[in-house]
């Protein structure tokens, strides 16, 4: 399983993306924080099945991950976690997006 970018600006800490069917938003910081997921580089996290969510016209219909300065929805099932683990190892490991 691969997660890729779909919107990473220099500047601006929000980035997107995709995983298999799933789509992320995240808010990313160049370091870790006490308020980010193990304490580090991000603070907000979603990860969700678009189709569902425009189906149901609900945001958070179809969500598999909600972080938000803490857990809202944790991943349940082995699928959800490896899906969880990969975008967290893309974000964690992306350029900085602020670098001097």
Request: with cysteine.
């Amino acid at each position: 399983m691969k997660a890729e970018f779909t919107k990473f600006h220099t500047g601006d800490n929000w980035v997107k993306g995709i995983v298999g069917d799933y789509t992320f938003s995240a808010k990313l910081f160049d370091e870790g924080s006490v308020f980010g997921i193990n304490d580090g580089r991000v603070s907000k996290l979603m990860i969700w099945d678009e189709d569902i969510r425009q189906k149901e016209q609900n945001i958070f219909k179809g969500c598999i991950v909600n972080y938000d300065r803490g857990w809202d929805i944790e991943p349940v099932t082995d699928e959800q976690a490896e899906i969880f683990n990969t975008v967290l190892d893309l974000l964690e490991n992306s350029p900085k997006l602020f670098e001097e």
